[in-house]
């Protein structure tokens, strides 16, 4: 709870080794959707504090490109085949960075400290890895 999002809890099932292990039965489940979605959660409370100025221009961009990655996990979840899985899963990436990019602005454009950058950013990063795992997996299908 170090970005200061309590947890998503997910229901585990025991393993023959005891170990338990999460069953994902819904986009919800994914790792990679419920970091991208503290993401979403982070950024929408950092624009309410950007000028009003920027209402149509980066606050509308930052909000559209964080809510399309997990929109796109969700879409790619449901395709029945490794192709369009591995589509939507990609296209998820590349609105990634595209928020990664905008956050990068509204940083240097001191809309967001230091610290508050380091933080979303360090979620964007476990995304990425987490997102980068997903396709490979699907692709290997």
Known sequence: MADGIAPITRSGVSS???????KVNCFQDLNAWQVAHRLIIKISEDV???PKSEQYKLID????????????????????????????????????DETKNHL??????????EE??????????KTNILLTKL????RNI
């Not at 080794?17 to 999460?22: A, D, F, H, L, Q």
Request: glycine residues 2%; proline residues 0%; charged residues 25%.
């Open 16 to 22: 023959s080794s005891g170990k338990t292990v999460s």
């Open 48 to 50: 309410k504090t950007f």
């Open 61 to 96: 961009q930052i909000e559209r490109s964080s809510r399309s990655v997990t929109a796109n996990i969700a879409e790619g979840f449901r395709k029945s085949s490794s192709r369009e899985k591995a589509h939507f899963y990609e296209i998820a990436l590349t609105s990634l």
């Open 104 to 113: 990068i602005a509204a940083r240097d454009l001191t809309y967001l400290d």
């Open 116 to 125: 508050k950058f380091k933080q979303r950013s360090n979620l964007q990063i």
């Open 135 to 138: 396709l490979k997996s699907v």
